[in-house]
């Protein structure tokens, strides 16, 4: 880049069907198979998770486009109201500014919504703008985001596989694999029994050595999680993730007193900002954290948090978010592993994590991944995938 380039325009998308709202997946999938939710409770949305709207948002993309006419994108959860909030409100603070001007545009992002945001949407927004300036900037530098961030600290990533079948993971050369959690408080001992014996099948299938993890969604109490994890511990549990709602911190530090030695604490991916974030690891409420990087604030919000997490001795850990959290975990050495979302319907197949939507998604082969060194974050979308632009500035 041999002069300042300026942001010419900024544009915002809706794409649904899969890709970065990746619950939005077709009937039978099984990341929609009776998995325990907050919502549990209420036996009619038990079943579906899309029955009680986890796919309602779709996927927000956003374009920024140089002075010189290269552009950027990057895609988060966010579909139409993310869009709104690009095009109505966030643009402004992009276009005419530099591209190097990215802790400054996170700054008035981040206040200019604090109003209305804070976390949630608004954060899946602000890190989906963020990502397509870091995208942006590598293009126009020709350099990919890892580089960008200081380079990698090792050769290649090591995963560990989330889906339906753990045993399948370890064929396919994972590290370990997260089960989702079938049931609940309110299904009592029952469910409990089931959920045992779910992980004791794959644990006799899997051998000792393989990592199996639950991840909870959020769908527990303190009572049920503390013996959850004590029971599934005679399985080997290596964590526990997600058991309670994100806004219970003082649930999660008891949670971390109250589980066993050899079952770590894990929470994160419903998480925004060095603020949530600090909030856990002041109260030394989780052994590892997770943030997604499409939600809790983009690429400049992540560095801080990870820096944070760093300084606590805790592992970052970020979830899903493919090539977007790759390029981060590369660079740290407290993020010693990634996690890979099996998207295959049956999670029996390796399938890029966004599919149908980018090109060239890098995949774990054997359970590792050796990152291009393609410009930016090394992704195209697809041109055949249908998107809307709903709202113009
Ligand atoms: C499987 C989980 O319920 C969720 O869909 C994904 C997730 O929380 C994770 O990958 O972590
Ligand atoms: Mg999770």
Redesign the pocket.
């Known amino acids: 880049m041999t002069r300042a380039h300026t942001i010419k325009a900024v544009r915002a998308y809706t794409v649904t069907g899969g890709g970065a709202d990746?619950?939005d997946q077709s009937s039978g999938h099984w990341?929609d198979d009776h998995?325990a939710t907050p919502m549990s409770v209420y036996p009619q949305y038990a079943q579906s998770r899309q029955s009680f709207g986890i796919n309602v948002l779709g996927t927000l993309m956003v374009e920024i486009e140089a002075d010189d006419g290269t552009i950027g994108f990057a895609v988060s959860t966010g579909g139409e109201l993310g869009a709104w909030i690009v095009e109505k409100h966030l643009a402004r603070f992009l276009e005419g500014a530099a591209v190097t001007d990215i802790e400054r545009i996170w700054d008035q992002m981040y206040k200019s919504t604090l109003f209305y945001g804070r976390r949630g949407i608004v954060l899946n927004t602000i890190s989906a703008v963020d990502l397509a300036l870091y995208d942006l900037l590598g293009r126009l530098r020709q350099e990919p985001v890892y580089a960008l961030l200081g380079g990698p600290v090792r050769d290649e990533l090591t995963f560990y596989a989330?889906g339906a079948r753990p045993d399948k993971a370890k064929e396919l050369g994972f590290i370990g694999g997260?089960l989702?959690l079938h049931y609940g408080p309110a299904d009592g001992e029952e469910g409990m029994l089931k959920n045992l014996e779910l992980l004791a099948d794959m644990r006799s299938t899997v051998g000792e050595n393989f990592w199996l993890m639950y991840?909870c969604?959020m769908s527990l109490d303190l009572d049920y999680a503390t013996r959850l994890a004590h029971r599934a511990s005679e399985y080997g549990l290596k964590w526990i993730?997600?058991a309670l709602i994100p806004d219970d911190y003082w649930g999660y530090q008891k949670l971390k007193q109250a589980v066993p030695k050899d079952v770590l604490v894990t929470t994160g991916?419903h998480e925004a900002t060095r603020w949530g974030f600090r909030q856990l690891l002041e109260m030394n409420a989780a052994d590892i954290i997770?943030p997604d990087v499409g939600w809790c604030g983009g690429i400049t919000e992540l560095i801080k948090i990870s820096a944070l997490a760093d300084a606590h001795g805790a592992m970052v850990v970020p979830?899903?978010s493919s090539v977007y959290s790759y390029h981060f975990v590369i660079t740290r050495t407290n993020s010693p592993f990634a996690?890979f979302?099996m998207m295959h319907p049956t999670a029996e197949e390796v399938v890029p994590m966004f599919s149908p939507m980018l090109l060239n998604e890098p995949v774990p082969h054997n359970g590792k991944l050796k990152l291009p060194d393609t410009p930016g974050f090394g992704v195209e979308f697809n041109p055949e995938v249908e998107r809307q632009r709903p709202f113009m500035h």
């Open positions: 990746y619950h990341i998995i989330t997260k989702p991840d969604w993730e997600e991916e997770q979830h899903g996690e979302l």
